[in-house]
Nanobody, 122 residues
Framework: QVQLVESGGGLVQSGGSLRLSCAASGRTFMIYHMGWFRQAPGGEREFVVRINRSGNSTNYADSVKGRFTMSRDNVKNMVYLQMNSLKPEDTAVYYC???????????????WGQGTQVTVSS
């Protein structure tokens, strides 16, 4: 398994940008597909974006398409989430996650980080 640690969250005004990072430990990072999820207070964990092992394919939730960009660096064992044009409804704890398979949804992921808070003020 890999251990995941997110960073880069914070408070930003509506329309602003943040870049989240997720550091993965372990030699097997490149065999995992990676994803970002988020969870707002009182809400369920929501899919944001997924990137495949090689980093050449991504799929985004409709709510973030065109505003968020996910990337990965298999040499540095890192994934990133560039978030632009942030809205108050993007406020949530953001989680990095890793999966060996292709099952969609949070239950399809094998490893999770501890999360980082993103707050967007109006």
């Amino acid at each position: 398994q890999v251990q995941l640690v997110e960073s880069g969250g914070g408070l930003v005004q509506s329309g602003g940008s943040l870049r989240l990072s997720c550091a993965a430990s372990g030699r097997t990072f490149m065999i995992y597909h990676m994803g970002w999820f988020r969870q707002a207070p009182g809400g369920e964990r929501e899919f944001v974006v997924r990137i495949n092992r090689s980093g050449n394919s991504t799929n985004y939730a409709d709510s973030v398409k065109g505003r968020f960009t996910m990337s990965r660096d298999n040499v540095k064992n890192m994934v990133y989430l560039q978030m632009n044009s942030l809205k108050p409804e993007d406020t949530a704890v953001y989680y990095c996650a890793a999966q060996l398979g292709i099952r969609a949804g949070a239950h399809g992921y094998d490893c999770w980080g501890q999360g980082t808070q993103v707050t967007v003020s109006s």
